[in-house]
């Protein structure tokens, strides 16, 4: 099966064609581990990569007037994400991690994770190191979810480059995700890292720029998929 590449406008824009394209270029996984293991399948694209031009606009998935369905995210939801889940590094009891906890991690030298790509953006800003670490070797042994079973992290790297976009320097991002519940947690998920790279602009003295993003594992369940016909008009065949 061959990857699926996308090009949207913006968030929102993207959500949608991913999950309208899903039913004719994902397959049946059964979940053998993690979120859901042996009580659902996931419909999965072999591989996404999706450039967005403008993340910073229109970010909430809009459902149809009448349709009753519940929109994916809130902006009130995204702001929460970004603020607690990727700016908040303390943990939770039981909480083995979470996204923020690994961005603002402690680096041997002083200083965190965040503030030593920040610093690298300011004085070297064409650099190829602004890279933050999500993920990390151990995982696999020490990261559990509240369901008492293995769950390492869904976001594995953000990636910031300072590239040429219409003769203006721009502060992009790139982040990868190893596994990805497209309906509810890719609008979620970009405009939480939007939040965040609209910052790191703003600190560093460069323009706002474009968002890239991959998967080998972006999927939506089966209890979403009646969800995602009725949006997308795609009955089953």
Not at 51 to 63: A, F, L, S
Request: negative net charge.
């Amino acid at each position: 099966m061959l990857p699926f590449f996308l090009k949207a406008k913006t968030i929102s824009d993207a959500w949608f064609q991913l999950i309208y394209n899903i039913f004719d270029n994902a397959y049946k996984q059964e979940i053998q581990r993690g979120s859901f293991e042996k009580e659902q399948y996931r419909l999965q694209y072999p591989g996404i990569a999706v450039y967005i031009e403008h993340p910073g606009e229109d970010m909430v998935p809009t459902m149809p007037p009448g349709s009753g369905l519940p929109a994916p995210t809130t902006m009130e939801y995204i702001e929460d994400y970004f603020v607690n889940y990727l700016m908040d590094p303390k943990l939770s009891e039981n909480e083995t991690y979470k996204y923020a906890s690994r961005i603002h991690h402690p680096m041997p030298k002083g200083g965190t994770q965040i503030e030593r790509v920040m610093e690298m953006l300011k004085e070297t800003p064409m650099t190829n190191q602004a890279v933050i670490e999500i993920g990390d070797p151990e995982d696999h042994d020490i990261c559990f979810g509240n369901d008492g079973k293995l769950d390492p992290p869904c976001l594995r790297l953000l990636d910031f480059k300072v590239i040429p976009v219409d003769g203006e320097l721009s502060l992009t991002v790139s982040c990868y995700f190893r596994s990805w519940d497209l309906w509810a947690g890719f609008p979620t998920n970009l405009g939480g890292i939007e939040l965040l790279k609209k910052l790191l602009a703003n600190e560093t003295g460069h323009k706002n720029g474009p968002m890239y993003a991959y998967s080998a594992g972006a999927h939506i369940y089966g209890y979403q998929e009646d969800l995602a016909r009725i949006r997308t008009l795609k009955s089953k065949k």
